[in-house]
């Protein structure tokens, strides 16, 4: 190992003996290769196995790892120690969570808007299996394919102002999944997701900050999600005031 040390301070958060959070620093071997996750992983394996943490995959694809590295939403095994050579980190859960314990935040809300909006293929009628699959062509594909890359890391939600002031916020990620449904060929549930966007938890809090799109590590752009259903709300809702469902041309008898 080199001779190098690097710190880190990390928030730690130990229900059973702590009130509040607290800080705790480690120092560690400075290996300019490691990411974030590599470093808390030596401190776990080495100096502390009490630290407590999310990860799986390792590879900026399951989503699991995300933390607040110097105050910004990243993927821990996607952001490196040399970025902030010879400096030192500060490592924390991710904002506008309630922490479980240490780095783990409670994800309870976000399960809850997840299920709202309904991330799931709502068929205009059941196909039987005999029938074979729901055929789709690349053009349809691409219309959604961009807002189907969300792993559900919540960087979005640890970066966006408005959900860190109104927690039943629907949240970029969830309203991003809702278009990326909505734009679905396959898919007949467009009004039961608007009714849940078009609301004053939905999309029309949102600011249009920008913060959720900069730090999405897929590109989702959960920004410009959430300004379409916003335009088709609109155009939605003109629609209803001009022409009501169930009038019928030419006018009354």
């Known amino acids: 190992m080199p001779d190098e ?3 880190i301070d990390i928030l730690r958060y130990r229900p059973e003996t ?6 705790q620093t480690y120092t560690i071997p400075y290996v300019r290769d490691w990411s974030v996750l590599d470093a808390l992983n030596h401190i776990k394996d080495n100096l502390d196995g009490t630290l407590s943490y999310r990860w799986s995959c390792k590879m900026a694809v399951c989503g699991s790892c995300g933390m607040m590295v110097n105050g910004e939403p990243k993927l821990s095994c996607n952001t490196f120690l040399r970025d902030y050579h010879p400096g030192k ?10 922490i479980e314990r240490d780095l783990i935040i409670n994800m309870d809300s976000f399960m809850e808007k997840l299920e709202k909006i309904k991330p ?3 068929p205009t009628e059941e196909k039987p299996l005999a029938d074979g699959e729901h055929l789709q062509s690349p053009d349809e594909l691409m219309k959604y394919k961009q807002y189907s890359m969300c792993i559900n890391c919540l960087l979005c939600y640890s970066a966006c102002p408005e959900f860190g002031l109104e927690p039943d916020f629907l949240g970029p990620a969830a309203l991003s999944l809702a278009l990326r449904y909505n734009l679905d060929s396959r898919d007949n549930g467009q ?5 849940i966007a078009n609301t004053d938890k939905g999309v029309w809090p949102c600011m249009f900050v920008g913060s959720c799109s900069e730090v999405c590590p897929k590109h989702v752009n959960p920004a410009s999600a959430i300004q379409q259903t ?5 155009i939605e809702w003109y629609k209803n005031v001009l022409m009501p469902r169930g009038s ?4 009354n008898d």
């Open 248 to 251: 019928e041309a030419g006018g």
């Open 191 to 195: 009004d039961q997701r608007t009714r």
């Open 18 to 23: 702590e009130n509040e959070p607290v800080m």
């Open 5 to 7: 040390q690097f710190e």
């Open 120 to 122: 799931y293929l709502i």
């Open 89 to 98: 980190i500060t490592v924390e859960p991710l904002a506008h969570f309630p």
């Open 230 to 234: 916003k335009i088709t709300s609109t």
